[in-house]
């Protein structure tokens, strides 16, 4: 049975202080690992595909890094605005389309200002 | 700017009623799908649509059924809602690369 496993569930940061987000997965086969951000009382936004170990994308303050095993979503500096939950799901090429993402529970964030 | 709207941000049912959650995309995509999101489970898959007048059972189908007659449109239906189905409704679709548009969600309470 592929699962995705987010840690921490919680993380409260000062406001410049950087930290990295853990999503481990285990599927027959990645195709795909996906980031998602979601703000309070909103849908998940998406932020990054990664589709192969050592793959790297950034976008502003944030960058994520994949393993054979895990991604890191690494913040850096983060600022207030960056206080959302974040998620991560992956995809297995046995899995068909979007609909064999398989979903971590997420991990909450919040920057102090 | 691409976008999957739902048709009610916060809904209050009474056991028993029959509920229908609407979803609408501007974005012509062809795959819609419906999540449940809960605390502590994560979102879940209901149902899926990749084409009109199709669908596809998800994770946790049981409860739930689900209407197509058009490409933009995809509804949820609680045939007969009860309490444990009290949740955060996800809409989303996905562009060919897979990626979801999700949108802003209904909170459905049934009581």
């Known amino acids: 049975e592929d699962q995705v496993t987010q840690s921490p569930e919680a993380l409260r940061l000062q406001e410049g202080e950087s930290s990295s987000l853990n999503c481990s997965y285990t599927?027959?086969?990645?195709?795909?690992l996906f980031w998602y951000r979601q703000d309070p009382g909103k849908g998940p936004e998406f932020l990054f595909t990664?589709?192969?170990a050592g793959e790297e994308k950034e976008k502003e303050r944030l960058k994520a890094t994949l393993t054979k095993k895990e991604s890191f979503l690494h913040i850096t500096a983060p600022k207030p605005e960056d206080s959302a939950t974040y998620l991560c799901?992956?995809?297995?090429?046995?899995?068909?389309?979007?609909?064999?993402?398989?979903f971590g529970k997420g991990t909450h964030l919040i920057i102090q200002p | 700017d691409v976008k999957v709207t739902q048709s009610s941000r916060y809904l209050v049912k009474r056991t028993g009623e029959k509920v229908f959650l609407e979803c609408v995309q501007d974005?012509?995509?062809?795959?819609m799908f419906w999540y449940r999101q809960d605390p502590g489970l994560g979102l879940r898959l209901i149902y899926f649509?990749?084409?009109?007048?199709?669908?596809e059972k998800g994770d946790i189908p049981e409860g739930y059924s689900v209407s197509r007659e058009k490409k933009e449109r995809f509804s949820l239906i609680l045939e007969s809602a009860s309490t444990n189905q009290t949740s955060m409704y996800l809409c989303?679709?996905?562009?060919?690369?897979?990626?979801?548009?999700f949108g802003s969600g209904t909170q459905l309470s049934v009581l």
């Open positions: 799901a992956a995809q297995a090429y046995s899995g068909g389309g979007a609909d064999g993402l398989t």
């Open positions: 990664l589709y192969s």
């Open positions: 599927v027959s086969g990645l195709r795909g």
């Open positions: 974005m012509d995509h062809e795959n």
């Open positions: 989303a679709s996905s562009d060919p690369h897979e990626k979801l548009f």
């Open positions: 649509s990749y084409d009109v007048k199709m669908k």
